[in-house]
Every structure is written in C-alpha cells, then in structure tokens.
C-alpha cells in the first residue's frame, strides 16, 4: 500500500511538473519588457531587437506551447484555451517576424506572389505544422467554438493598422477584461477608428470590412456591425447627440485603409 502510494504521489508530481503554466509568465515577461504603449494608450510599439536578443526565452516559451497536446488543451475551461490560443498566434507572429527582421518593412515581406505569409505552414501546434490563418480562422473563429469578435483585437499581425499588441499576456482569470480593454483601446485611436459629424459616417478600420459578420453573429444579442458599435459610441464620438446617433444606427459606415507597415518600436 505505501508502495503505491508513494508511485501515485511521483506520478502527481511529475504530472504537475509537465502541466503547462497557463498565466503564460515567460510570454508575459517579454511583452511587458518589449511592448510599449503609446502615450495615449491606444496603440501600441515591439521592440523586435529585444525579443530577437531574447530569442531563446521566446523558443522556451513556444516550446512549451507546442508540447500542449489535444487532450490536454481539450479539458481546459473555455476561457483558458482561448487565451492560449491568442498568446501563441501572437507569439508565434513575432518569431515569425524575427525570421527576417530587421530587413522586412511588413509582415507581407514574409510572403510572395504565390503564398501569403499567414498560409505558411511553419508553427507545431497539437501535434502538426500549422499556418497563422490555421490558428485563427479554423481554430479561433471555429463556429461555435468562442463566438467572441473583440477576438479580432487581440489577435494581431504585427502592423501599424492592427489594433496594439497587449504588454501582458492573455489569461483564462483576466479573459473578459483584456478583451474589453483591447477592443477600447482600439476603437478609441481616432487615427484607426472616429465618428465624422460632418457626414454622420463612421470611419473605421477595415477589420471591421473583413470581418463585419463576426460581429454581428449575436454577441451581445447583436445582429449586425453597426448594432455593435453602438455599444462602443461613447468613446467613437465626442458630442451626446452623435453618440446617440450612433447608438440607434443613424450613421454611414466608411473603412479606411490599412496600413501593413511594421509595428516597431524606434531604435
């Protein structure tokens, strides 16, 4: 008896020492040390020299995420494995970055004529190469699966146009808040995202045009974009009768362009 005991006992420990460490510490060290937020707290700037020179801690990181099998990720909460599966697409861009830094102005750099650079099938994820567009389209935006479209601010490829790359990891304990926070954060660059009062038009980013059906899939019980952006118009105008305008769907939508150059951080 104190034989099979003391075999559980090794076995609970050695089980505990392989589990994977869902705060994300490595990750959330490096962006807290790498990632810096403009002065307005609305975008934000990598420092790709410091995470090239942190590579090995990078590696270490996606090592560990890799080693995640199905049925490990399979019996976590929801929200863990969403937060997982933001922090290794967003880890797995910036290696992806490093790979050709600092001669790349884009991420489209990475790609050619023929192959876009989120096709690339470069990153072990469950037990097989996957390519960015795997993780997000198939796996994150999975019908069903999260059903969550502030995921579209919080999943970034690396550009001035995307919404700013957090400087802490996601967690399943703090899911609901950074993803709120991001998508504030987001919609309250008047530079990506503004209400022009002049033409009652909403000037917003063209993740909005991509990926309009997301949000208006019913979250929140919405069921189109402009629905869910009113919930959002105290911080896209600045007057209480535009916000209400806003709010009740008496605007034009408008996207603006996008701009793919690299979001680094100044040398």
């Known amino acids: 008896m104190k034989l099979l005991l003391s075999m559980l006992l090794i076995l609970l420990t050695a089980t505990s020492a392989l589990a994977f460490d869902d705060q994300h510490s490595v990750f959330d060290k490096l962006l807290n040390k790498h990632v810096k937020w403009d002065d307005q707290g609305v975008a934000s700037k990598v420092n790709y020299a410091g995470f090239q020179h942190d590579s090995t801690l990078l590696k270490d990181y996606l090592d560990d995420v890799a080693a995640v099998d199905q049925l490990e990720f399979s019996s976590w909460d929801k929200s863990v494995?969403?937060?997982f599966l933001i922090n290794a697409y967003n880890a797995f861009t910036i290696k992806f970055i490093l790979s050709g830094y600092p001669d790349i102005t884009s991420i489209k750099d990475l790609g050619?004529?023929?192959s876009s650079p989120?096709?690339?099938e470069l990153f072990p994820l469950f037990g097989k190469k996957r390519s960015l567009d795997h993780i997000e389209h198939k796996i994150i935006r999975a019908p069903g699966a999260y059903d969550d479209p502030r995921i579209h601010s919080a999943v970034v490829c690396a550009s001035i146009g995307c919404p700013g790359i957090?400087?802490?990891a996601f967690t399943g304990s703090q899911l609901e808040q950074q993803l709120e926070d991001s998508l504030r954060r987001f919609l309250s660059d008047k530079s990506r995202n503004r209400y022009n009062p002049r033409n009652k038009t909403l000037?917003?980013?063209k993740i909005f045009d991509w990926y309009g059906?997301?949000?208006g899939n019913g979250f929140r019980g919405h069921e189109s974009l402009i629905s869910f952006l009113g919930d959002y118009a105290d911080i896209l105008a600045s007057s209480q009768t535009d916000q209400?305008?806003?709010?009740?769907?008496q605007v034009e939508l408008d996207f603006l362009d996008y701009?793919?150059?690299l979001n680094k951080a100044a040398p």
Request: no cysteine; aromatic share 14%.
């Open 81 to 83: 494995r969403l937060a």
């Open 112 to 114: 050619s004529l023929f």
């Open 118 to 120: 989120w096709s690339k």
């Open 166 to 168: 957090r400087n802490e």
């Open 203 to 205: 000037e917003v980013s």
């Open 213 to 215: 059906d997301d949000f």
């Open 244 to 249: 209400e305008k806003i709010k009740i769907g």
């Open 259 to 261: 701009d793919w150059n």
